[in-house]
Structures are given as C-alpha cells and as structure tokens.
C-alpha cells in the first residue's frame, strides 16, 4: 500500500508541466483515474510537504518550493553542469548565442545547462526541460554515435510528432541523416523542434567513448546562414572535445 501510495505520488507530481502548470483535484482525478478522495489525501500530504501549493483564489495546485529546492540541489551536484559552465560561458561570449547543454537520460534530452551571452536568444529553453532526441540537434548528434543495439532498441519504441513541417518523422530518413551528423561530427536542427529556432550540436563523450551527453549552439532560423557559422561548429567541437577530456574520453588521433 506504501508503495502504491508512493507512485501516485509520483504520478500526480509529473503531471504538472510548463504547460500546465496549475491542476485542480478534478483534473487530478481524471486524469489519473483515481477517486477525489484518494486524490485529496495525496495532495493534502504533498503541499504539507512543499511538494505543491494552493492558490486561495482557484483552488489550483502548483508546484512547491521544495521541488525547487531539490532541483537545485542536482543542479548544483551535477557534475556535467560543473565541468561545462566555464566552457559554455567562454563558447557563448564568443558566438553571441545561447550555448545548451543537455544529457541522454530515458531516451530523451534533458537540457541541464543554459548560457546565453549579452545578445542572448529570447527564445531559448530553461533548464531542466525535456524534448525529443530524433527533432533536435542535442539529441541527434547523440543518436547518431550511440551503438548499434542501443539506436535500434530507441528507433522501435520512438513515437514520432511533427512539431513543424520540417521534423523528420520516418525512420528511413532519420538514419540517413544520421550517418551524415556522424560522418560531419556535428548535427543540425532547422526549426525541427519550435519555427524560428536553430541549433548546430556536438556530443560529449565518457572515458568509454559512448555519447551522454551534448553540448549545442542555439539561435534563430538566420544561425545556419551566418558567415562564421564554420567558426562556430570549429569552436564548438572543440569545446565539446575538452568537456569529454575532462570525463576521461581520449579523442582518436586522425
């Protein structure tokens, strides 16, 4: 029953998104197929621990501080953030964009790390949010040096959405493009995820040489056209190389 009582926990935790970021006990309820009063017991417990808070107009449930307070206690212990940061911010005065740094985690992308320079991209993401490997360069470049098993066992549980008319949504196609982002070195997302936004990634590889995470640089739809656009890529792989130097991964020699 504890442990019963432990997952719907989760679960009605995880239903508050940054599109929906208020829930009354009804939606809860529904959405859940769980009784109100099973609902009211959980989130009476939750916001008497932080985890949600009311608001005394609507009656609506958010999330709490203390799910902000242990946010930031990953962020601040996670060591791909530490080790990134001081690259990020010299890649990101460098460029004028936003830099992003993202890791592989349950077969999406969870952007860990966000630094934007003075001309920072209005548009860009905040950390900690999730989005799709196949439509989005951070997730592309890693897809593209994962091991066989590891791309084929992704590639068969993958449900595709075209979040704009250029996503790429037929495995065919993906794994085409997916031997070029590998043979190139770096991947490119041309407003596949949100129109108007474009990003150029490399990964970043552990002691094993296995891609677990991904470091991009994001603007808007004119950042593939820019003349330094070569400059940047140059720049950002080897950006990408001395944060996987610093997890133990040796670059081949060519």
Wanted: with cysteine; hydrophobic share 40%.
């Amino acid at each position: 029953m504890a442990i019963q009582s432990v997952n719907r926990a989760i679960d009605i935790l995880s239903l508050f998104t940054v599109s929906q970021p208020r829930l009354g006990i009804t939606e809860i309820s529904n959405s859940l197929n769980l009784s109100k009063t099973t609902v009211h017991g959980l989130i009476k417990t939750l916001a008497q621990r932080g985890f949600l808070q009311q608001d005394p107009e609507t009656r609506k449930y958010s999330l709490g501080f203390t799910i902000y307070e242990f946010g930031t206690r990953v962020s601040e212990t996670l060591k791909i953030n530490q080790i990134s940061y001081g690259h990020a911010s010299r890649l990101a005065q460098k460029t004028g964009q936003t830099i992003r740094v993202a890791v592989w985690d349950l077969d999406t992308i969870l952007i860990t790390l966000n630094v934007s320079s003075d001309l920072q991209n209005p548009y860009s993401q905040p950390s900690g949010i999730r989005v799709p490997a196949y439509c989005t360069a951070l997730g592309k470049i890693i897809l593209a040096h994962l091991p066989e098993k590891h791309l084929s066992r992704y590639l068969k549980k993958v449900e595709y959405a075209a979040h704009t008319k250029h996503t790429l949504t037929d495995t065919k196609l993906l794994l085409k493009e997916l031997q070029t982002i590998k043979a190139k070195g770096y991947a490119e997302d041309r407003e596949e995820r949100f129109l108007g936004i474009s990003c150029v990634a490399a990964a970043i590889f552990d002691h094993t040489g296995l891609p677990f995470a991904s470091l991009s640089i994001s603007g808007n739809e004119t950042l593939l056209k820019a003349k330094n656009l070569s400059e940047m890529i140059h720049d950002m792989k080897l950006t990408a190389t001395e944060i996987s130097r610093n997890f133990g991964y040796i670059p081949s020699a060519v």
